[in-house]
């Protein structure tokens, strides 16, 4: 398995190792895939990332204070992708609910040759040259290269012909850095469903190009027919959130957002650090990092505020047990992301408020500003950045 270590620390580290190589040599090296171990043009931050070890105006501050706009363009873009498309989810989130209702459909009816067209895409057995290599990579390490995701995303759907939701789930289940937004719409965009019509095709000459030559698949799909879907509707507006209490609060920390200290949330009287839902991280290796990552978060939490900190699965009687033991009825939470986390929250607000117990949720100031503007393409949302960036990245 990739060695990457859960804590901030380490998080922090790597992104001041990347710093030096985030202009030309990121520009130039970021397409290569040269197998594992060997992905040192990319930065490898996306697991920091996503459980906001490091959050992205962190990475971006660092990165800009050492290269000009120009020169870290591609490097700061991919930053922004992230945050564009937990914006373009949070402002639909039906394709969410859409992505399990079809993907839970899919496992209850493959059958017969799909099944074992399925085994053999997750087993690695194929036969096809780099896609099979990069199964067992993923299974191996929890990690791929963003262009071989690529890749193993269009052949899946466009040469194997299986379901595109059970090729994100097979994502899900195996990324350490799985993350809602950023998996299930990178898959909807190769499938034609996120730009309507507008396909990826991986051929056989640019992996062995940007695999110098280790991989030269044959058979691959010639062409990448779009799937279709029904409307998911326009963008809805960002919720308004309540004001954040000023008296006493729990702090609730769930792995979508782990540097508690920097929330600015002061009157603390207990934290409380959850770990997942029950079913939530899906797969062994996220479980093993977010497991590791909430250990650390608690030691930080409880230096920073000087309180108990407790962790605990996400859930409404778990929750409830740290107001009490706080000796408080409001809990302020970061506000998760559409995903598992968020849904686990909507599903225990109930049972709380009967406890007489507020939940708050809190933006970030880099959500707040950002995910507005992922109402149309991310080339739109680009546009935006120039204006934006400067203040979300002032000291």
């Given at each position: 398995m990739t060695d990457f270590l859960p804590?901030?620390?380490?998080?922090?580290?790597?992104?001041?190792?990347?710093?030096?190589?985030?202009?030309?040599?990121?520009?130039?090296?970021?397409?290569?895939?040269?197998?594992?171990?060997?992905?040192?043009?990319?930065?490898?931050?996306?697991?920091?990332?996503?459980?906001?070890?490091?959050?992205?105006?962190?990475?971006?501050a660092a990165v800009l204070d050492r290269h000009s706009p120009a020169a870290a363009e591609k490097f700061v873009q991919e930053v922004l992708w992230r945050t564009y498309w937990k914006g373009w989810l949070e402002l639909r989130p039906a394709a969410w609910t859409r992505f399990v209702a079809e993907r839970d459909a899919a496992r209850d009816s493959i059958g017969g040759g799909l099944a074992k067209a399925l085994a053999a895409a997750e087993g690695g057995t194929t036969g096809i040259d780099g896609f099979d290599d990069w199964a067992h990579e993923l299974a191996e390490t929890g990690y791929l290269h963003n262009h071989a995701r690529?890749?193993?995303?269009?052949?899946?759907?466009?040469?194997?012909?299986?379901?595109?939701?059970?090729?994100?789930?097979?994502?899900?289940?195996?990324?350490?850095?799985?993350?809602p937004a950023s998996n299930t719409l990178s898959w909807r965009?190769?499938?034609?469903?996120?730009?309507?019509?507008k396909t990826y095709l991986a051929t056989a000459d640019n992996i062995a190009r940007y695999t110098n030559g280790r991989f030269a698949p044959t058979g691959l799909a010639t062409r990448a027919v779009a799937l279709t879907e029904a409307p998911l509707g326009k963008a809805a507006g960002l919720a308004m959130l309540a004001e954040?209490?000023?008296g006493p609060a729990l702090l609730l920390v769930t792995p979508d957002d782990l540097v508690p200290e920097t929330l600015g949330q002061h009157d603390i009287a207990g934290v409380l650090v959850a770990n997942?839902?029950?079913?939530?991280?899906?797969?062994?290796?996220?479980?093993?990092?977010?497991?590791?990552?909430?250990a650390d978060t608690a030691a930080r939490a409880g230096a920073a505020f000087g309180v108990t900190v407790t962790t605990a699965t996400l859930d409404a009687p778990a929750i409830a047990a740290a107001a009490r033991a706080a000796g408080v009825t409001t809990v302020v939470v970061a506000e998760p992301p559409v995903g598992p986390l968020a849904d686990a929250l909507r599903a225990a607000e109930p049972a709380l408020a009967v406890d007489g117990i507020t939940l708050v949720r809190v933006r970030r100031e880099w959500d707040d500003a950002l995910w507005p503007f992922a109402t149309r393409g991310f080339f739109a949302f680009r546009e935006r950045i120039p204006d934006l960036l400067p203040a979300l990245l002032a000291p």
């Open positions: 804590t901030r620390a380490e998080g922090l580290r790597r992104l001041a190792a990347f710093v030096p190589l985030a202009g030309r040599a990121y520009a130039e090296g970021r397409n290569a895939d040269h197998g594992p171990g060997q992905h040192s043009a990319v930065s490898q931050l996306s697991t920091y990332l996503r459980y906001r070890l490091v959050t992205e105006a962190e990475v971006c690529m890749w193993f995303a269009s052949i899946w759907i466009f040469t194997l012909g299986l379901p595109w939701t059970l090729g994100a789930d097979f994502f899900l289940r195996h990324l350490i850095d799985a993350d965009w190769v499938a034609g469903l996120q730009t309507a019509g954040r209490p000023s997942g839902t029950g079913e939530w991280p899906w797969g062994a290796a996220a479980r093993a990092f977010v497991d590791g990552a909430v």
